[in-house]
T-cell receptor, first 113, second 114 residues
Framework: GDSVTQMEGPVTLSEEAFLTINCTYT??????LFWYVQYPGEGLQLLLK?????DKGSNKGFEATYRKETTSFHLEKGSVQVSDSAVYFC????????????FGAGTTVTVRA | DTAVSQTPKYLVTQMGNDKSIKCEQN?????MYWYKQDSKKFLKIMFS???????INETVPNRFSPKSPDKAHLNLHINSLELGDSAVYFC?????????????FGEGSRLTVL
């Protein structure tokens, strides 16, 4: 079945540091890949997505590239801010699994001033 | 106006009680979902409805019963609450089922069973 594995947290960084959160997936078909973000006390919201191999999703300074050869979708940001402190979830949606969205375990990121 | 709204936001109750959580979306979406988030932030889908019809029913105890009176509302009723039901329950909606579109989440309902 479909599954998503992302790096365990928590991750603590200083402001302006470089952030990478690794995400790899297993899927039966050709999935679409997502990063969702959950700010403290809020619901999840879509950060970015990619629907086919080599697509790059980007939003709010974050980027992730769909790498079919390594089944990965790593999230990166060049210079984080305190406001980026949140839980980040990698997810996939696969037609072979009725498009159910499968989430990774989430990575808690804390950015210190 | 909040796109996906859930009530109540917090719910504290005793074991054995029955409780409900309500969800409404004003986005005109056809599909709604219930997700459970445990204390380690792990998210698991419970149910999905498309235009009032149940389309996803994961392995969830029978004590959990969703109801969709119309496509803008999806409620979750839980009977005989147990300690393990303590979690944050998220309602979400998407434009259509079977798509790669975005899910819109509510702010969550934190259920604590004592």
């Amino acid at each position: 079945g479909d599954s998503v594995t992302q790096m365990e947290g928590p991750v603590t960084l200083s402001e302006e540091a470089f952030l990478t959160i690794n995400c790899t997936y297993t899927a039966t078909g050709y999935p679409s890949l997502f990063w969702y973000v959950q700010y403290p006390g809020e619901g999840l919201q879509l950060l970015l997505k990619a629907t086919k191999a080599d697509d790059k999703g980007s939003n709010k300074g974050f980027e992730a590239t769909y790498r079919k050869e390594t089944t990965s979708f790593h999230l990166e940001k060049g210079s984080v801010q305190v406001s980026d402190s949140a839980v980040y979830f990698c997810a996939l949606s696969d037609r072979a699994n009725d498009y159910k969205l499968s989430f990774g375990a989430g990575t808690t990121v804390t950015v210190r001033a | 106006d909040t796109a996906v709204s859930q009530t109540p936001k917090y719910l504290v109750t005793q074991m054995g009680n029955d409780k409900s959580i309500k969800c409404e979306q004003n986005l005109g979406h056809d599909t709604m979902y219930w997700y459970k988030q445990d204390s380690k932030k792990f998210l698991k889908i419970m149910f999905s409805y498309n235009n009032k019809e149940l389309i996803i029913n994961e392995t969830v105890p029978n004590r959990f019963s969703p109801k969709s009176p119309d496509k803008a509302h999806l409620n979750l009723h839980i009977n005989s609450l147990e300690l393990g039901d303590s979690a944050v329950y998220f309602c979400a909606s998407s434009e259509i089922a079977g798509s790669v579109g975005e899910l819109f989440f509510g702010e969550g309902s934190r259920l604590t069973v004592l």
